[in-house]
């Protein structure tokens, strides 16, 4: 039996500071990223997720980092757009 690897995105909000770590999500790449909650007690509408915050997320190629452009929630999926994804340089993370 093989076992994905457990996908998670940390998120800052400008001029407040980290909002999640290692928030896990079903599927991340420099498009966005999206989480379902389908049996889960975890609830889309419960997540504090904004425009403008900065995800941080460890692809196959290093770590990147991108700006929340857009959220939507529909029923119990939450779906998260970025612009402007970049490699991370930051050396503390």
């Not at 999640?20 to 989480?35: E, K, M, N, Q, W």
């Not at 990147?64 to 340089?89: C, H």
């Amino acid at each position: 039996m093989r076992f994905s690897q457990l996908r998670t995105v940390d998120l800052r909000r400008p001029g407040v500071g980290k909002r999640y770590s290692l928030l896990p999500v079903d599927r991340i790449d420099i498009t966005g990223f999206h989480i379902s909650c389908k049996g889960s007690p975890l609830r889309p509408n419960l997540l504090d997720i904004r425009e403008g915050d900065t995800a941080i997320w460890e692809g196959e190629d290093g770590r990147y980092q991108a700006t929340v452009d857009e959220v939507v929630i529909d029923g119990d999926v939450l779906r998260v757009a970025f612009r402007d994804a970049a490699p991370y340089l930051d050396a503390e993370w």
